[in-house]
């Protein structure tokens, strides 16, 4: 795992954007950039480093798929992305079972997480894994 990750990719959601004006998704790339920068995280080169999934919601009740997020796992999981920016954890996801995913994910991949908003949970130790699966729930 790089101290300093150089492939970050930003991962933004919103769930519902009628007016189709992608602000809410917007200001949650901007945050995430400025993380970023204060983290001294470079975001990926030689891949799309923001993915957006604009109005979709995450909820366990909604079965639409989000493509922006399943291509952030896949380009974790395929070395594209040492690490994810997000804005907080209910933007990532609002499904456990997506976040047990995310949990084997760092532990295979040692991919690094952080949110502007939500404080960082160490998803490498039992405490931390303890704390996400709460705050996933």
């Known amino acids: 795992m790089a101290e300093k990750p150089t492939r970050a990719a930003i991962y933004a959601r919103i769930s519902d954007d009628s007016e189709g004006r ?3 998704v917007e200001r949650q790339v901007e945050d995430c950039r400025a993380l970023a920068e204060r983290l001294g ?3 990926a080169a030689d891949a799309e480093p923001i993915l ?4 979709i919601s995450a909820s366990t009740r909604s079965k639409k798929r989000r493509p922006a997020f399943d291509r952030l796992m896949d380009g974790v999981v395929s070395g594209e992305y040492d690490a994810m920016l997000y ?3 209910s933007r990532l996801t609002r499904r ?3 976040y047990e995913a995310i949990i084997e994910m760092v532990e ?3 991919v690094r997480l952080a ?3 939500s404080g960082t949970a160490d998803l490498t130790t039992a405490d931390g894994r303890m704390i996400g ?3 996933a729930a």
């Open 115 to 117: 949110s502007v908003a």
């Open 52 to 55: 957006i999934d604009n109005d």
């Open 41 to 43: 995280w470079a975001l």
């Open 108 to 110: 295979n991949t040692g």
């Open 22 to 24: 992608a602000a809410g």
């Open 133 to 135: 699966r709460i705050l």
């Open 87 to 89: 804005y907080s954890n």
């Open 96 to 98: 456990p079972r997506e």
